[in-house]
Every structure is written in structure tokens, then in C-alpha cells.
């Protein structure tokens, strides 16, 4: 699979030297050398920053492909999140701002966000919820989103959340693989002024889901809608009466703090699971040096609470490295497309942590738009989600960060936890490439034996050693954790290819599995063709992705109909139709082909990478396994 990959010359930026204070600077090989010839010592200084109710006894016990992180701990994540802010200085300091679609606000201190999440937590212990039990959220971007998640973990609930945008299929296959005792959720989403019904989704999906007890809404809006009394509670209704202390749950290093879906080469969605100690550690971590976080920071990640990056990197990290964090409903083009600009002046945003998909949106909407505003307050910026391509990467670094901020494109995964490879603040910065690994991360770009290839040479991305917020399972497969671990050489492979030059630095080109990326968001082919051919009309689907200059990929569907129907825009707009209403619209075909036949190889299997070809125009490569 390895073949030569020419570098075209990039220009290497080097922040402004009045960014003075870089933690790393000029350190990081011998930090990076120390930390993997040492990784033991080096994670267990990062561990001694943070509260634990216990200490470990190990460090390590690695037994292949199964790693136990911190054995003998016991601790609660959200005592790092909280107690130990609420205990000291940062008491009344800002811990969450929220800005909400129309332009509202609601502001809380560490105390007061520590009250609101225990009094939830001692909500959830009413309904009999206990350590283990599993809570699935459909939530919008609201506070009490991140309140309800927190209070989860207090009680050691596992969190399973599913990003609101998804559709009732998709909600359904996830609350019942988790076997979700209470759903959590609102009347509506607000996007754009606009109201879109969550609740009504929800119902949808908790049919035929058994596990499900009870769900709790949070009414966001104006009249109060309607709740079903054997089964729903009102959000506020809950807590009215409860107290603001609730004792952590002491949990033991290994137990799982939350399962998080991803989409995989199989029609299934598939549950990473991540377990309190290691996770803790990872977060913490990776905002801490990554972000170069201080508390002082006023810290913006634009992501859905939803994806493994609202995890770490809106809710988890920065709370537990005690900085402000901000949290909007706000789109990036409502009321007009200077409002993420205007909100960064507002309120002195200091990191701006978004997706190339929003880079390369602003980047259309043109510069006059953040140069209405004053973006002073700004000192690292990153990205994260799909490649930043050059382009977006010269933008978001002259109108943005004007020429002199640091910009971390960080690459990591669902399944690792945190941010694994990406140029730390104040190297020099190659546009177009990640970086390097982060100190205590081993990873390497080699051919299908697992041998490094040489630098320039496409390979496919592995990481050689564990590290301790990696994913410890899939929940309810073995099979598929072990594939992780067993396809090269024993190493965890990634499922992405990349490449290296000469001074080590990583680029990514893209996923070498089935799955498609559209604006930052990983959409499984199977999924998809599962949904497509779930309708009467359809026989046989393949999809694809295709470049698109905004969203990175775009997804095509290439049909075979039933006997009876035939191909015609109608059909094609309610296929369309059916994908979004069954999965959610991130998942909805842009167009739709109709076919004759599909290629396919002896043994059946439909050759996507021959419709690629075909569709872009480029030779197909092998055909030898064509069927005629
Ligand atoms: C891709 C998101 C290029 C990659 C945190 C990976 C990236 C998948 C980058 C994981 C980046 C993530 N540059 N590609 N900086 N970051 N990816 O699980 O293909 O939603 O395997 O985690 O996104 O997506 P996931």
C-alpha cells in the first residue's frame, strides 16, 4: 500500500517570538526522547498533577492488546473538574459561559456550577441510578448539557451521548447497544432561530428499546410542552428539592466513565468505551500542553458536546485545568457571518479550537467579516477533525491569527481519547502537516508488515505502544477491539494514511478504511448503504465520498432499484429524504446515481474505490478481482 508521495515545498512558520511563553519551547526532543524511554516516569509526573482520592500501585500492566492504566487508584473525574476549584481561589472564578442563538447569556462561577451539578447528580440518585447504569443524552447546546454530563459522572453513571443532530434510527441503535436506563434530553434545539424538536425524536427511538426507564426533558423553550408523567420528568421539576453536595462516587482506575459511538466499516455504529483514570489523565494533559492552557484562558471549542472533541476538549479538559470555558449555540453565519468574530471580541476569547470545515466556510464568507473586529484577546488556535488543507491553513493564520499565533492541528481519534499528534506551541509549523507526536505518544507511519517506510512514502498510520486514554474496548465486541491491535505488526492501527518528510513531521491524507469525513464529521459507507437500501425502492447501494472544497468530502449513492421502480428525481429527493430522517442530515447522500450494475469482485463485494475512479476520472488501478 506504500507508494512514493511527493512533498511540494511548504513554508515552515515560526510564531511571533513575542510569544513568549511556551512551555516547550525548545524542549520537545528531549522531552519527546525522556517520555519513550521512560513513558512510566513521564505519565506518572503528568498523573501527580491532579487529585486522586487514592494513589496507584502501578503505573502500567500492559497484556497485549489490554492495558490497565493506573491500577489501585480510586478517584472521580469531576473532583479534578471541580472540587478542587471550588476549594481554593478559583471558587468564584468564571467556569462556563454560555451564549445562546439569539444573543442571550447565563454565566457560572466554579461554585456555582459545582451546585447545580451536584443537586443534578442527587436528582439522578433519586431515580435510582447507580454506578455502571448507562444514561444516554440527546441534548442541544445548553449548559444544562454540560451540567447533566458531569453529574453522570459523580455518581459513576456511564455517559453515552449522541450528537442531536443524528436521527431516530441512529439514536435507537445507540440506546439500545448501551442499554441506556434514562435518556436525557430537551424539547428543541435552537439553531439559527429556528426550533427543531428533539423530543419528538426521541420518542421515536425509544420504541422497542426496553432499558429505557425513564427520560428527562429540559424544557428549553415557551409554553412547556407536554410530558407523559409514568415515564418523563421535567428537567428543573427533578432538582427542585435537591441539595447542592453530592459525594463523588470513588472509582476504581479501570471503570468505565463513558461509552461514545463512531462509525466504523461495519453498518453498526461502534462504542468506544474509556475508562475514568486514563481518560482523566489524557485530558488533562492534552489541554494542559497542547493548548498551552492557563487559567487565565478563556477557552472556545466549537464542537458538539456530542463528539469525542466536546468531550475533552469543551467539557473535561479545560474544566479540570480550572479556565474559563465558553460554550455557544451560536452558528457560524446567524445572524451574519462576522458573529464568531464578534463573540471573540465580546468576551476575550483566548483559544479558538474549531474544524477546517468552519475555516474554509469563513474563508468563503471573506475576511471583511473578521476584520470588523478585534481579535487581540486570541493567543493559540487550533484545528482538528479532517486535514487543515494548506489553503485554510494560510487563512486561518494571516486574517486570523495575523501571522504571529501558534495554530495546533491536532490528529487524534474517537478511540484515542486525546490529541496524539500535532506541532506543540511555538515549533515551527509546517502547513499541511500535523506535526509531530506528542511526548509519551509512539507513532510512526509504516508499510503493511509494520517496517517504517521512508520519509515520503505514503504508509499507513500505527501507534507502536499504549498510552493511557486509549480506548480499553468496543462495547459488546472483542473482535473488533482485538482487529485494532492485530492488522500490522501488533501496533494500534489507526485506519489513516500518512506521510512523513525528512524531519519527521506527519501529514495525513485521508482514511484508508470506508469511512467518509464531510465536514469533520466520520460517516461509515455501510451505514449509509444500510439506510439507503432499508427502503422499498432500493436493491442494491455503494457510496462514496467525493472531494468538496468545503466539506472536505461530499457523499454520492449509486443505485440499483427494485423491479417496478424507476430512477427519477422525485425518488431521488426522497431517498435523499428517508437517509436524513433515518440517520440524521450529516448523513444524507448529496446526489444520488441510478445504475444498471454496480462493479463488484468475484466474491460480490462492491469496488467503491472503482466508483471513486470513475467518478473522478482517474484510472481505477487493479481490476483484477473485477467481476466481468
Ligand atoms: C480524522 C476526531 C487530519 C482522521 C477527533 C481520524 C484528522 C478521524 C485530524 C477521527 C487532523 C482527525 N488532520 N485528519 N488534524 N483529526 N482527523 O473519531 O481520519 O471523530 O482518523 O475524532 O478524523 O475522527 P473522530
Not at 484577546?377 to 486535514?387: A, Q
Amino acid at each position: 500500500m506504500s507508494e512514493e508521495k511527493k512533498i511540494t515545498k511548504v513554508p515552515v512558520y515560526t510564531p511571533d517570538k513575542s510569544y513568549k511563553d511556551f512551555r516547550w519551547m525548545g524542549d520537545y526532543e528531549k522531552i519527546y526522547r525522556e517520555s519513550v524511554e521512560n513513558p512510566e516516569k513521564f505519565w506518572e509526573g503528568i498523573a501527580k498533577e491532579l487529585d486522586w482520592e487514592k494513589k496507584w500501585d502501578n503505573v502500567l500492566e500492559w497484556n497485549y492488546p489490554d492495558a490497565k492504566w493506573f491500577s489501585g487508584a480510586k478517584l472521580n473525574i469531576t473532583c479534578n473538574c471541580l472540587d478542587r476549584h471550588v476549594n481554593n481561589s478559583r471558587k468564584n472564578k468564571v467556569a462556563l459561559i454560555w451564549r445562546g442563538d439569539d444573543g442571550s447569556e447565563r454565566i457560572f462561577t466554579y461554585r456555582q456550577l459545582y451546585r447545580e451539578v451536584m443537586r443534578f447528580a442527587n436528582g439522578l440518585k433519586k431515580l435510582g441510578i447507580k454506578k455502571g447504569d448507562r444514561i444516554c443524552f440527546y441534548m442541544p447546546f445548553v449548559p444544562e448539557h454540560i451540567i447533566s454530563i458531569l453529574a453522570c459522572a459523580r455518581i459513576g453513571a456511564v455517559h453515552t451521548i449522541v450528537y442531536a443532530g443524528f436521527g431516530a434510527e441512529s439514536l435507537h441503535q445507540r440506546i439500545v447497544n448501551s442499554e441506556s436506563k434514562l435518556v436525557i434530553t430537551a424539547d428543541v434545539s435552537i439553531r439559527r432561530g429556528k426550533r427543531i424538536d428533539l423530543k419528538s425524536i426521541v420518542d421515536e427511538a425509544i420504541v422497542n428499546a426496553p432499558s429505557v426507564e425513564r427520560v428527562i426533558v429540559y424544557r428549553r423553550t415557551k409554553p412547556d410542552i407536554e410530558l407523559y408523567t409514568e415515564m418523563e420528568l421535567d428537567y428543573y421539576e427533578l432538582i427542585k428539592d435537591e441539595k447542592p453536595h453530592c459525594d463523588p462516587e470513588i472509582m476504581d482506575a479501570e471503570d468505565p466513565l463513558f461509552i461514545l459511538y463512531t462509525s466504523g466499516t461495519t453498518g453498526a455504529p461502534k462504542g468506544i468505551l474509556h475508562t475514568c483514570a486514563g481518560y482523566m489523565l489524557g485530558s488533562y494533559y492534552s489541554t494542559k500542553y497542547v493548548f498551552d492552557i492557563k487559567e487565565s484562558d478563556v477557552h472556545w471549542c466549537t464542537a458538539d458536546p456530542g463528539w469525542i472533541t466536546g468531550h475533552s476538549y469543551v467539557v473535561y479538559g479545560p474544566l479540570q485545568a480550572g479556565a474559563t470555558i465558553l460554550f455557544t449555540e451560536t452558528t457560524p453565519d446567524y445572524p451574519d457571518p462576522g458573529v464568531w468574530w464578534e463573540i471573540v471580541e465580546e468576551f476575550g476569547v483566548t483559544i479558538l479550537y474549531t474544524a477546517p470545515t468552519a475555516i474554509r466556510m469563513f474563508m468563503k464568507f471573506g475576511s471583511e467579516w473578521p476584520d470588523k473586529y478585534n481579535l487581540e484577546s486570541l493567543r493559540v488556535l487550533g484545528s482538528v477533525g479532517e486535514p487543515l488543507n494548506p489553503e485554510a491553513f494560510e487563512w486561518f493564520y494571516r486574517v486570523i491569527g495575523k501571522e504571529k499565533l501558534p495554530i495546533v492541528d491536532t490528529w487524534w481519534q474517537t478511540e484515542t481519547g486525546m490529541h496524539m499528534i500535532t506541532t506543540l506551541v511555538g515549533e515551527p509549523m509546517k502547513p499541511g502537516f500535523v506535526g509531530k507526536p506528542l511526548p509519551g505518544v509512539v507513532a510512526d507511519v509504516v508499510d503493511k508488515t509494520g517496517n517504517p517506510v521512508p520519509p515520503e512514502t505514503a504508509g499507513r498510520l500505527v501507534i507502536k505502544t499504549p498510552w493511557p486514554s486509549m480506548m480499553r474496548g468496543i462495547w459488546g465486541s472483542r473482535e473488533i477491539y482485538e482487529k485494532y491491535w492485530s492488522e500490522i505488526n501488533g501496533y494500534y492501527t489507526v485506519g489513516d494514511m500518512a506521510v512523513k518528510d525528512k524531519d519527521g513531521y506527519i501529514m495525513i491524507i485521508g482514511r484508508a478504511d470506508d469511512v467518509i469525513i464531510v465536514a469533520g464529521h466520520n460517516i461509515g459507507t455501510a451505514e449509509v448503504e444500510s439506510a439507503l437500501v432499508a427502503h422499498e425502492a432500493v436493491a442494491e447501494a455503494a457510496v462514496i465520498g467525493v472531494p468538496d472544497p468545503l466539506k472536505g468530502n461530499l457523499i454520492k449513492a449509486f443505485l440499483i432499484l427494485r423491479n417496478g421502480y424507476s430512477g427519477s428525481e422525485k425518488l431521488a429527493n426522497e431517498l435523499k429524504y428517508h437517509v436524513r430522517m433515518t440517520l440524521g442530515p450529516i448523513s444524507m447522500p448529496a446526489e444520488i446515481n441510478f445504475m444498471e450494475t454496480l462493479p463488484k469482485t468475484r466474491s460480490g463485494k462492491i469496488m467503491r474505490r472503482v466508483l471513486k475512479a470513475q467518478d473522478m476520472g482517474v484510472d481505477p488501478g487493479d481490476l483484477s478481482t473485477m467481476e466481468d
